[in-house]
C-alpha cells in the first residue's frame, strides 16, 4: 500500500466536514492529519468521533497547514469565504477540496481557479449528489445516447432546512431551528446564505454535466422575500439555452427530508432529450426511462457504483495518486459556468428581469 494521503479539515462552518472526515476516517490509505477551527468548540464531536489527539487539533489554520503539511486540505468555511480561503491556503503546497457550494460569486469563483493555477495543484468542488448512484446512472444513459440530445433539465430540490439537522444528518427540532436563525450564517445574505447559493449550484453544475457543457443564453429567477429574513428559502430559476428552456428549483422547508421521505415534488432530476426522457430522484434505487422504442415509462435498477466514483474522497485520492480525471461535476471549469448561472440568477432575482448569461 502507498503512503497514506494526509487530509486535514480547515473551518467547521458547514456541517459536511464531519461527513467528508468519515470518509476519510474510512478510507484505507488516508488519514486525518489535522482539523482546524477558530471555535474549538465546533469540533468537539468530531475529535470525539475519530479520536483525533490533541496535537492534531488547532484554532489557527495556518498553524495546522504548517504542522501538518497535508497532502489536501478540505475546506468548509460560510460561502461567502470560499474565495479568500482557497486564495491563502493555496500558498500551503496542498491539494484543496471546497464543500459546495463553489463560491459567493463568480469573482470568488475566479480567484479560487486562479490561485489553484499558480500553485499546480488540485482543486475540487465537492457537489453531493455527483455521487448519488440515481443521478451517474442516468448520466451513463445519457453518454450512451438512450434519449438522444439532452434538451430540457427540470430540478427541484432542498430539505426542511439547514438548521434541522447537523453532520451525519443527526435531526434539529424545528422550535430549535427557528430560533437559530437570527445567529446562523446561514441566513445572512453577507456570508452567502439562502437556498439559492446553497442548493441552485447543485442543480445547474449537474444539469451542465448533463447538456454537455452547454450555458445558457439569459436567466430569469424568482425568489420569496420573507418577512424578517434576508435571504431565500426558496427559488425558481429557468434558463433559456439555444434548444430549449431548463427549470431549476431550490426549497428550504421541503416537507421532508429526501434522505429520510421523499417529498412532494420530488428531490432529483427530469431529463428530457430528443429521443426519450429519465427521472432520477435523490436516493431513489431506480430511474424510470422512456424512449421512442418503449415509450411506456419503465424502471432501470441504478447502477452499482465502484471505486474510486462512491464519494470525493477516494475519488480526490485517485486524482491524486493515478492521475485519473477529475469526476465531471467536481472540475471548476464546469463548476465555473454552473456559478455563472447562479450568479445570473440571483441579479434577475434582485433586478426583477431576465438577464443574459454573466460572461
Known amino acids: 500500500m502507498s503512503k497514506p494521503v494526509r487530509f486535514v479539515g480547515i473551518n467547521f462552518d458547514h456541517m459536511h466536514m464531519g461527513d467528508l472526515l468519515r470518509q476519510v476516517q474510512e478510507h484505507p490509505n488516508a488519514e486525518i492529519a489535522g482539523i482546524a477551527d477558530a471555535d474549538r468548540a465546533r469540533m468537539e464531536s468530531t475529535i470525539q468521533n475519530f479520536s483525533i489527539p490533541a496535537e492534531r487539533v488547532f484554532t489557527d489554520w495556518r498553524e495546522c497547514l504548517l504542522t501538518t503539511q497535508p497532502d489536501v486540505a478540505i475546506l468548509c468555511?460560510?460561502?461567502?469565504?470560499?474565495?479568500?480561503?482557497?486564495e491563502n491556503v493555496a500558498h500551503y503546497n496542498t491539494h484543496i477540496l471546497v464543500e459546495k457550494p463553489m463560491a459567493a460569486s463568480l469573482y470568488d469563483a475566479d480567484r479560487m481557479i486562479e490561485a489553484m493555477q499558480k500553485s499546480g495543484k488540485t482543486m475540487v468542488i465537492n457537489?453531493?449528489?455527483a455521487w448519488y448512484p440515481p443521478h451517474l446512472t442516468a448520466k451513463r444513459l445519457i453518454d450512451e445516447g438512450t434519449i438522444g440530445e439532452v434538451i430540457e433539465v427540470h430540478y427541484y430540490d432542498g430539505n426542511r432546512g439547514?438548521?434541522?439537522?447537523?453532520?451525519d444528518k443527526v435531526e434539529i427540532g424545528e422550535e430549535e431551528a427557528n430560533r437559530l436563525k437570527s445567529q446562523s450564517w446561514w441566513y445572512q445574505a453577507e456570508s452567502g446564505g439562502g437556498s439559492l447559493l446553497d442548493y441552485l449550484g447543485y442543480g445547474v453544475t449537474l444539469g451542465t454535466w448533463y447538456?454537455?457543457?452547454?450555458?445558457?443564453?439569459e436567466v430569469t429567477c424568482m425568489v420569496d422575500e420573507q418577512a424578517g429574513l434576508e435571504v431565500d428559502e426558496h427559488s425558481i430559476t429557468i434558463a433559456r439555452y439555444a434548444k430549449g428552456l431548463s427549470k431549476f428549483e431550490t426549497r428550504w422547508g421541503a416537507f421532508t427530508d429526501p434522505w429520510t421521505h421523499q417529498p412532494q415534488p420530488k428531490c432529483g432530476f427530469v431529463i428530457v432529450g430528443t429521443q426519450g426522457t429519465i427521472s432520477s430522484?435523490?436516493?431513489?434505487?431506480?430511474?424510470?426511462?422512456q424512449t421512442r422504442q418503449h415509450p411506456d415509462t419503465h424502471e432501470v435498477p441504478v447502477d452499482e457504483i465502484k471505486a474510486p466514483l462512491r464519494g470525493p474522497i477516494e475519488?480526490?485520492?485517485?486524482?491524486?495518486?493515478n492521475g485519473s480525471p477529475i469526476h465531471g461535476p467536481l472540475?471548476?471549469?464546469?463548476c465555473r459556468i454552473g456559478q455563472q448561472i447562479v450568479d445570473t440568477a440571483a441579479q434577475s432575482a434582485r433586478e426583477k428581469r431576465t438577464v443574459p448569461l454573466l460572461p
Open 281 to 289: 430522484y435523490d436516493y431513489e434505487s431506480v430511474i424510470r426511462v
Open 315 to 321: 475519488h480526490l485520492i485517485d486524482v491524486i495518486q
Open 77 to 86: 468555511p460560510k460561502t461567502g469565504e470560499h474565495g479568500d480561503y482557497v
Open 211 to 217: 447538456l454537455n457543457g452547454q450555458a445558457p443564453i
Open 127 to 129: 457537489w453531493p449528489l
Open 331 to 334: 472540475r471548476p471549469d464546469l
Open 162 to 167: 439547514p438548521l434541522r439537522h447537523v453532520a
